[in-house]
């Protein structure tokens, strides 16, 4: 049965149906092939998924968001972010990264992060003389930052599938994304020097910059409020997700002062499709998930390689490479939610940490938003370039290599996912 719906699944995906769609056909054709199971059983599986509390996250903070991101505030970071940056060498092109850092303790998703700054960098990097190839690069790559700074969307769904606290994800995902950040900078430092293209002499206005500081203070204070709230035992993390919708409301209305009924309806129209997509993922999932352990598939796989690979480098190595190819073609979330239920016994055969498991797969599935074919993030920023595929490609070398070394140091270097 495992095989049916893995075939089934493939072709489905190749046929360009939506994953969410490709993923319940599949399992339904499945157990309609096998005939041992009754399709209710399809039904019953989706459901129960649903009926989870720390579900409740996605939603929320998807909405917090949408509510931070649509308004003033989003303007108020990118403008900080380029002031603070543009004296730098590849300043405007850093900015992108700053940024993502920025927007990731407010949207947590990498292809909102994407569209959003995008729209905005690519055109004015272009206009100061950046490749269209090259900003797309940057834009797609440190999008994927966001994913790594609190609150993660695919951190949280990882947490629902291995049963891992959503908290300890989210405090050692924070070194990791701050070496990534670190790492892009001086990749744009590097590209900026070697082409010859010189820092703004526009002198910075260290009081409006300033200015700038405090009004994006409490969107940047977001995520470390969040940790503090869990690490403490405040507040659970579906509560903090509510705090957190609460918390942008009060900032929109008394701070910035740009909330109106209009938006506050586009926030939720935006956050309500968002979490209608991810919940089908995750619905249709769960069914897989359960086919494959119902054949047994996760302990006959992670008892196969910890015989055949007795070597736990050379196994994390054969994860690392079996990551980055489903990540091509696979959408992030759909893939954490597949692979986490396979991945997490073999981790726990060979005693590797969960959490440390959960930063390696969402590093790796998240360089393959940027990989060809399919990349999200290539696509989108290749399209707000107004550039080919091709030409993003060839200007996005240096910044994988840099991901991937992020994603080694993760791999063999436990203290670099602290929590």
């Known amino acids: ?43 019953q599986t989706m459901f129960q998924e649903t009926q989870s509390f720390p579900m409740l996250t996605l939603p929320f ?19 900080f972010a380029s002031e603070g940056m543009k004296r730098w060498r590849g300043g405007e092109l850093s900015t992108t990264v700053v940024a993502s850092v920025a927007f990731g ?11 959003a700054l995008g729209s905005i960098l690519i055109p004015w990097q272009k206009s100061r003389g950046y490749p269209a190839g090259l900003a797309a690069a940057n834009n797609a ?31 050692a995902g924070i070194l990791p994304g701050l070496l990534m950040a670190g790492g892009f900078i001086a990749t744009c430092w590097w590209i900026a020097r070697r082409r010859g293209f010189m820092p703004s002499t526009e002198p910075v206005d260290r009081r409006a910059l300033l200015r700038l500081a405090i009004k994006s203070t409490p969107a940047i204070a977001l995520p470390i409020l969040i940790l503090i709230g869990m690490r403490m035992g405040f507040a659970t993390p579906t509560e903090m997700a509510v705090l957190a919708v609460v918390y942008s409301i009060l900032l929109s209305l008394f701070l ?8 506050f309806r586009e926030a939720m129209i935006q956050a309500g499709i968002a979490t209608g997509i991810v919940m089908l993922v995750i619905m249709g999932s769960a069914v897989i998930a359960w ?58 055969a060979i005693g590797l940490d969960p959490v440390q498991l959960g930063l390696i797969m969402v590093i790796n599935l998240g360089m393959g ?7 999200t993030t290539l696509f989108i920023s290749s399209s707000i370039a107004r550039t080919s595929m091709g030409e993003t490609v060839k200007e996005l070398w240096p910044f994988f290599t840099v991901a991937l070394i992020v994603l080694l140091a993760i791999t063999y270097i436990p203290a670099l996912t602290i929590y």
């Open 105 to 115: 303790g407010v949207s947590g998703s990498a292809v909102a992060n994407a569209s």
């Open 1 to 43: 049965m495992s095989l049916i719906v893995i075939l089934a699944f493939v072709v489905l995906m190749i046929l360009a149906i939506p994953v969410g769609h490709a993923l319940v056909i599949a399992a339904t054709g499945a157990i309609l092939w096998s005939g041992a199971i009754p399709v209710m059983a399809v039904a």
């Open 291 to 348: 086919i494959l352990t119902f054949d047994q598939v996760p302990m006959k796989f992670a008892e196969w390689v910890a015989t055949n690979l007795e070597n736990k480098f050379l196994i994390l190595i054969a994860l690392n490479i079996l990551m980055l190819i489903v990540g091509m073609p696979l959408d992030l979330p759909p893939a954490v939610m597949l692979l986490g239920p396979i991945f997490v016994p073999l981790a726990a």
């Open 141 to 171: 790559t440190s999008a994927v930052i966001d994913i790594l700074i609190p609150p993660s969307i695919p951190l949280i769904l990882y947490a629902l599938v291995s049963g891992t606290s959503i908290a300890d994800l989210f405090v």
């Open 369 to 375: 938003l940027y990989t060809p074919p399919i990349g």
């Open 256 to 263: 910035y002062r740009d909330l109106d009924w209009a938006r």
């Open 61 to 79: 903070f998807m909405l917090a968001g949408a509510l931070m991101m649509g308004g003033r505030l989003g303007q108020e970071l990118l403008h």
